[in-house]
């Protein structure tokens, strides 16, 4: 072979090397008027994970509010993913039963006696109407009137067909320090009697901390092979910051003020909820604190349909210091903004107050969040220049698991682990 740009190509494939495309899709808004995004499993756990079983009886929920009581025509398509988050190349014949689409979303309801007027929409799959014959990767597309090419919307979520298992770890003894700042995920995919021929070429893993995107871990080589055995220790890449355990804060009530709440007061049209200020210190020892590892619930107190009786709230984020980062910024991280780093929650620093500001509409609930400072030059965020960081946080790590083997035309799912670390 005398290309060696073409050698190198191939190279790259036969280890299963990849990274996350700019194109992926990713769970979130994509207009000003779409609000609160929300992907869930029925009848589970608020925090799950957005994944169900491919022969399972689950049923992903997957709503979002328009911000008005305008009527809208809502439609939506449903893709099959690669492993990256971009479209794969299996039709639609191969991977569900059903319509896959252009399909109405008629489940609508307005919002009842708040002061920000919005229109709740909702569907769920699978359904009567479209059933899934594959694993993988799916993203739900939202458009108005029958205008695929203007998304409102996206909502991602997966299907696995639970094929292996998956023996895993958390500690604090790292490469980088002992029982300090970081901590090691180690594991081992237990294959049984599953056959994967060639794990190098054939298994594309992800590894997701608190769902967020800025250090996720898509490059992995295993460091060893045996016949039921594929394990990932000691490796670098796997090392994490620790962090802190999350802020907290709960607007679900505009009389009672709940935790993390200073005030809240109206302020014509909205009302306008200011949290306790936070404090920057970069040497704060650990303290461990009740989170859920960066979700939020929507929730309004003593009403029963929590989708349209939760008004929303200008909530006023403040961080106080005496001179701003000129190497960095600063931004709120947290599953309410889709654990984006974008300008929605890049926090400004105001010089009259020495404090940096960040104010977000946010629908009633309960919240997570973070402060991450990310450097100039660099897209990861990290605590420990406003916070600190600790191997003793408590951080939920997902692995994901796919699998092409030779003459396969998509990715498919086999296994899931969730693991939490610290306490």
Known sequence: MNNPIKYLFLLLLSVGTFTLSTAQYKTKALQDNIKTVQVSIVGSNKFAEPVIELKGNQVIKISFDEMS????????????????????????LEWANGFTSNITVTDEQMSQNTTVNYTHYAISLPNEDLRFKVSGNYVISFYEDSNPDVKVATACFSIVDSKVAVDATVRGNTDIDINGKM??????????????????????????????????????????????????????????????????FDISSIYAFGEGVNK?????????????????????????????????VVNIQNQDDDDVWADYILVHF???????????????????????????????????????????????????????????????????????????????????IYQRAFGDRYDKLIGVKILQSGK
Request: include cysteine; aromatic fraction near 16%; glycine fraction near 6%.
């Open 183 to 248: 901590q090691q995920l180690d594991f081992t995919i237990l294959t049984g009697n599953y056959a994967i021929d060639n794990p190098l070429s054939e298994l594309k893993l992800i590894v997701c901390q608190n769902g967020r995107y800025d250090n996720m871990v898509t490059d992995l080589t295993p460091n060893s092979i045996t016949k039921n055995k594929i394990g990932y220790t000691n490796n670098k890449a796997l090392i994490f910051e620790g962090g802190i355990e999350y802020h907290s």
């Open 69 to 92: 009581h305008d009527s809208h025509n809502y439609l939506y398509t449903v893709e099959h993913c690669n492993v990256d988050w971009t479209p794969s190349s299996i039709s639609p």
């Open 264 to 296: 809240i007061r109206f302020y014509d049209p909205y009302y306008h909820a200011e949290l306790f200020p936070d404090k920057i210190d970069p040497w704060a020892a650990y303290i461990y604190k009740q989170d859920v590892d960066g979700k939020f």
């Open 318 to 400: 403040t961080l106080p210091t005496e001179k701003p980062f000129f190497d960095g910024f600063v931004y709120l991280l947290g599953g309410f903004n889709y654990n984006q780093l974008d300008d929605a929650v890049r926090m400004t620093y105001n010089t009259t107050l020495n404090a940096y500001e960040k104010t977000v509409l946010l629908k009633q609930g309960g919240y997570n969040y973070l402060y991450g400072f990310v450097q100039k030059g660099t897209s990861t965020a990290s605590t420990k220049q406003i916070e600190s960081s600790h191997w003793e946080t408590e951080n939920k790590y997902t692995i994901y």
